[in-house]
């Protein structure tokens, strides 16, 4: 029998499923265990997987993926606080113009620490931000911090910096009189 991790929830299962392109007929009226059952049934049959940003080829990858804990639930809800105060305390010094006096940090080895222990939650946006703050600090010597963003987060970021790319446009006002006024016109 196939086992499913109890960190990856229902809705992360029909995510799995949509992505994935697995023929499993499903109904949102049906429980977690309605669908790890489906799944399971599903592959203990012959399985034809499409290409997906969960990087997941054929059966044998689905089922380790499966196994193993949801990667989107790695942290726990004390962890997550202890990441978010870390990442608060960066971005405290970086706004504060990196002066160290300025923080709660007594040397940049400490910072770097932090940074080198937070930049595996790269899925969570301060961190995200922290690391790109960092990139303006001349004492770190050119040091890059460079998140660890799951496949699933970073489609994501991908898909809106598309669509920030692709849907909007430059407007340039200039000034109006009442004699001239300017007029826009949305379609």
Known sequence: MI????SH???????LI?????????????NK?????????YLS???????NYFNIDDKDQLKVFLDKQNPKKLLTT???NDVMNIAKFIIN???????IDCSKYNNIKEIIDDMDYIKQFGDIPSVRRCCKLLLDDVKLNGTTFKPYISPQVQKTLDDKKTFKSVHYCNIKIRRSTPEDPIILYFD
Request: proline letters at 0%; a positive charge; glycine letters at 4%.
């Open 18 to 30: 949509n992505h994935l392109g697995l023929k499993i007929v499903f109904s949102h009226q049906d």
């Open 78 to 80: 004390k962890e997550k």
């Open 9 to 15: 929830s229902k809705n992360d299962l029909i995510d």
């Open 3 to 6: 086992h499913i991790h109890k």
């Open 33 to 41: 265990k309605d669908i790890q059952n489906k799944i399971r049934e």
């Open 45 to 51: 049959k012959e399985v034809e997987i499409k290409k």
């Open 93 to 99: 010094y970086c706004k504060a113009g990196y002066d």
